[in-house]
């Protein structure tokens, strides 16, 4: 088992790594800072995938990304689930951990998507003590990420961007701030998405996601099967002035392209970076203490 920290994550542009590209990755080793993997998919006992995650850690920062804790849900938090994390997080010495602001299982059924939280203190409340007993069981901080919705619970209390301040700052955690989530959410509900952008401190950003979404009968869908499109590179570019350089991801997780063509697009998230006036590559493992 690995005993060192894998390398740290730069404030430049990384890729989601999909299985789909594992043996090109590691037989090209392209000149990429970092990736991301989701980290369910590596909770096996051993064989190819881990593996794979080890060659890897040895070259590149990873950062795990969890998407079935159910963070926001009413079942208790799964004790298989954090023991598997725990283990794999004891293995890879990731430089960022980060799940979702979400629930997805109710009574033992899972849904098979990031749902949104109502955004009331009872929820808030409840989501914050959560977060932080998966932080004390893990031993390190994390990132949580806002989801992008469809429909919005009756009887907010506040908005989805103050939820989510409120959170890092009752947890102690960080946020990942998914910039084509703001965009979904914020076309699908006809909130102005600078506004989201505005209210979140720099100081609790440790990463950010890009990805690409497709219109279904007049609503914007998160479906990670397509480019960034020119209004979220937009977007991505205000959130760069305002927080400062940031770990960006590149996801795309359906109709996979070519790693040529993930690549590229990592490239094109440093130049909108530097284009937005930040080419300080500064190395950030995470803004939490």
Known sequence: MPATASRPIPA??????????????LARRPNLPWVEVHSENFFADGGRQLQVLDAVRRDYGVSLHGVGLSLGGSDPLDP???????????????????EHVCWGSADGIFLNDLLPMPYT??????LAARVSAVQE???RPILVENVSSYLEFDGAEMTEWDFLVQLARRAGCGILLDVNNIYVSAE???????????????????EIHLAGHTAVD?????THSAPVTDA??????????????????????????????????????????????????????????
């Open 188 to 206: 699908n509900h006809g909130f102005p998405a600078h506004n989201y952008l505005r209210a979140i401190p720099a100081e609790l950003v440790g």
């Open 232 to 289: 979220v590179w937009a977007l991505y570019r205000e959130a760069v002035q305002l927080l400062g350089p940031v770990p960006t991801l590149i996801e795309w997780d359906a109709e996979l392209p070519t790693l040529e063509r993930l690549l590229a697009e990592a490239t094109r998230a440093d130049e909108q970076a530097s284009l937005a006036g930040c080419s300080n590559r500064e190395v950030i493992h995470a803004r939490v203490a």
């Open 12 to 25: 430049q542009a990384g890729i989601g790594l999909r299985s789909t590209h594992h043996n090109e990755f």
């Open 218 to 222: 007049g609503i914007l869908i998160d």
């Open 137 to 139: 069981f893990l031993g």
């Open 121 to 126: 203190e009872v929820a808030l409340r409840h």
């Open 80 to 98: 298989e689930h954090l023991r598997r994390l725990r283990r794999l997080v004891q293995r890879v010495e990731p430089a960022l951990v980060s």
